[in-house]
């Protein structure tokens, strides 16, 4: 008779959890996290939300009377928005389409930049915390409801696609516009065929002629805008002209395959420093098309890279620095 021997079955270990699997979650995770967080906050406490509150309730009326006055004021007044709004009252109170709007603006820019960059997750956030940014969720909602827009026609697939949503942000704020006139611009130099330095100099020549037209075509097209800084003094203490001109210089140094790479993104840079002291619109334009630029900062190559990212981590903190002890940072009422 032999002897039974007891034999344990080995059963395989779980799988560890993909490194993947969690590179493709984390920006979904993080984006919720980040628009959930903003919209949290006080509904009431911050600057301008009544103005966000009179959209909800009366965009209807204000849409008839920019349509009343003609196609085209109609169409220089951000229609789109106006529509977002009409909707959006039909089933909502007002406080609740202004949550809306700060938790889809915030999730949809962290959501695909992240999604889109995962290697530069860490600086992305630190991008995506800092004032110039984290305010459009906050007191320049319309700005941040476009921008979110922008963005996610930017990454899309078919073309048809992406041009509609990119058009389709320029018409919730009319800053869109004006880099989407960039892009055309860019592309349209692209038939020069010369070298990037030379065709970025032509750009800016148009950017200048842009920047003093500005007010004049707004005010004949009826705009919003035109209204609203008609009278407004070009309050500029040259501190960020010059932070931003150090780096339009080291985005030129950098040679030219970087500068070809990232003609359009130089190029946003470059119409903010054009029109700077030529209209008091010039940072909002500016901050519409500011991830475009940050993302160009990431691809500089070597110490440029790191040059860049550390003085907009200074940036950052200084900005920060100077709002304590100002209400809510300085966004509040």
């Not at 009343?68 to 977002?84: D, Q």
């Not at 035109?226 to 002209?241: H, I, N, P």
């Amino acid at each position: 008779m032999t002897a039974s021997h007891n034999t344990v079955e080995v059963l395989p270990s779980d799988p560890p959890i993909s490194r993947n699997w969690i590179r493709r979650a984390f920006p979904l995770v993080f984006a919720f996290c980040y628009a959930s967080a903003l919209v949290y906050l006080p509904v009431d406490a911050f600057k301008d939300r009544d103005n966000y509150f009179v959209y909800a309730n009366y965009s209807d009326i204000i849409l008839a009377r920019y349509a009343a006055v003609g196609l085209v004021s109609f169409l220089a007044n951000e229609p789109i928005w106006l529509f977002i709004n009409i909707i959006l009252s039909q089933y909502f109170y007002p406080e609740n389409v202004v949550r809306i709007f700060v938790f889809s603006s915030a999730f949809l820019v962290a959501w695909q930049l992240l999604k889109h960059n995962p290697r530069h997750a860490i600086w992305l956030i630190i991008f995506l915390i800092s004032p110039q940014v984290i305010k459009n969720h906050i007191i320049h909602l319309r700005q941040g409801v476009a921008l979110g827009v922008f963005v996610l026609g930017y990454f899309a697939g078919p073309r048809w696609l992406r041009i509609s949503l990119m058009l389709a942000s320029g018409f919730i704020h009319s800053s869109f516009l004006f880099i989407l006139i960039i892009g055309v611009a860019v592309w349209a130099s692209a038939s020069l065929r010369s070298e990037p330095r030379l065709r970025a100099a032509v750009l800016i020549l148009c950017f200048v002629s842009i920047g003093v037209l500005i007010g004049v075509v707004s005010g004949e097209l009826g705009a919003r805008q035109a209204l609203l800084y008609a009278d407004a003094d070009l309050e500029v203490s040259g501190l960020g002209f010059l932070f931003w001109i150090a780096m339009f210089v080291l985005f030129l140094s950098a040679g030219a395959s970087f500068l070809k790479e990232n003609i359009f993104a130089f190029s946003n840079l470059a119409f903010y420093l054009a029109i700077y002291f030529l209209t008091p619109v010039a940072g909002r334009i500016f901050e519409s098309g500011f991830f475009l630029v940050f993302q160009a900062g990431l691809g500089l190559p070597g110490w440029r890279r790191r040059f860049f990212l550390g003085a907009f981590v200074l940036l950052t903190a200084g900005q920060y620095a100077a709002r304590i002890g100002q209400p809510l940072l300085g966004w509040g009422i």
